[in-house]
């Protein structure tokens, strides 16, 4: 089983996708949730996520700049970008 984890700083989103996917019968469990980037990493080695699905927009450390420290920090670590965006350029 996967372990994966959401960072996102909308509570209903996080709780969503939660509610959202059948995340055990795909395979994946998660492990924990976040507000922003600069919580994940915080949780990242207690967490030890294989899988992270993160928002880019969020206060205090945003998408893209977490994504850059998980790959510096974690670089087997799997990360899929999600954006209510119409613009994707951010990613």
């Given at each position: 089983m996967y372990r994966a984890i959401i960072v996102d700083d909308e509570a209903d989103?996080?709780?969503g996708l939660q509610l959202l996917v059948n995340w055990q019968e795909r395979g994946f469990r998660?492990?924990?949730e976040a507000a922003n980037g600069a919580e994940a990493l915080a949780y990242m080695p207690i967490w030890r996520p294989d899988f992270v699905?993160?928002?880019i927009r969020m206060p205090?450390?945003?998408?893209?700049?977490?994504?850059?420290?998980?790959?510096?920090?974690f670089p087997e670590i799997?990360?899929?970008v999600m954006s209510a965006y119409g613009e994707?350029?951010?990613?």
């Open positions: 989103v996080r709780e998660i492990v924990g699905i993160t928002d205090v450390l945003d998408g893209l700049e977490y994504i850059r420290k998980v790959r510096r920090q799997a990360v899929v994707f350029h951010y990613a």
